[in-house]
Every structure is written in C-alpha cells, then in structure tokens.
C-alpha cells in the first residue's frame, strides 16, 4: 500500500525546535523527491521543503523557513525528516509529507502522493 505517515508534530512555544518525521513505504517511494508542506486555517498550502533521492541529496526551501529550517533523509531513503528551530507563530498549521517522482517542484499540485498531515502549533 502507497503510504506516507507523518510523526511528531505538537504544541511548542516561539522560539523552540521540533522534528517532524515521515515514514515512506519504501517499495513505492525508492527513489522518489521527498517533501513537506504546510497549511494554515484559511490558507492555501504552502511550500516548505523538498529533497532529492541522491546519495549527496539536493534540497531546496520555501523563503519563509530558509534558516531555520532543515530537510534530511535516513541513508535508507525511506524516512524524511524536518527539523525546525527558532519557531514562530506563523509556522502554526498542518504539515504535509509529499513524495513526486519529479525533483524540484514546488506547487502542491504537482505533487500526487500525501501523507494524512500532522499538526505544529507554535505558541506566542
């Protein structure tokens, strides 16, 4: 079964880091761009990060978390991670995992595969 299952999100306080994870099936995913995106209350979805399937993997960000926020994945390839730090209240919403056979797209649409979201809620 296609799957993609996000892990870790949580309330935390401005200024505090969090991990997010996301678990891929790795017969479907193997070798696929990986990604995150987020959606606030009201919002459309944003673009936060993506990463290639490289062995010395290509990464790109969304201008609001270039900084603060980092995209990695295990040697194995089948779980991403997004480590946040120096959180804001406006990175509050649900964080999407993404996968796309495709490198380097940054619209939701372009993107097929979606985990079922977790939620972040940075506190002021």
């Known amino acids: 079964q296609e799957q993609l299952v996000e892990s870790g999100g949580g309330l935390v306080q401005a200024g505090d880091s969090l991990r997010l994870s996301c678990a891929a099936s790795?017969?479907?995913?193997?070798?696929?761009?990986m990604g995150w995106f987020r959606q606030a209350p009201g919002d459309e979805r944003e673009f936060v990060a993506a990463?290639?399937?490289?062995?010395?993997?290509?990464?790109k960000y969304g201008d609001s978390v270039k900084g603060r926020f980092t995209i990695s994945r295990d040697t194995a390839g089948n779980t991403v991670y997004l480590q946040m730090i120096n959180s804001k209240p406006e990175d509050t919403g649900v964080y999407y995992c993404?996968?796309?056979?495709?490198?380097?797209?940054?619209?939701?649409?372009?993107?097929?595969?979606w985990g079922p979201g977790t939620q972040v809620t940075v506190s002021a």
């Open positions: 993404v996968a796309s056979p495709v490198w380097g797209e940054e619209l939701a649409r372009n993107y097929h595969y």
């Open positions: 990463i290639d399937a490289r062995r010395v993997p290509s990464t």
């Open positions: 790795p017969r479907r995913f193997s070798g696929y761009a």
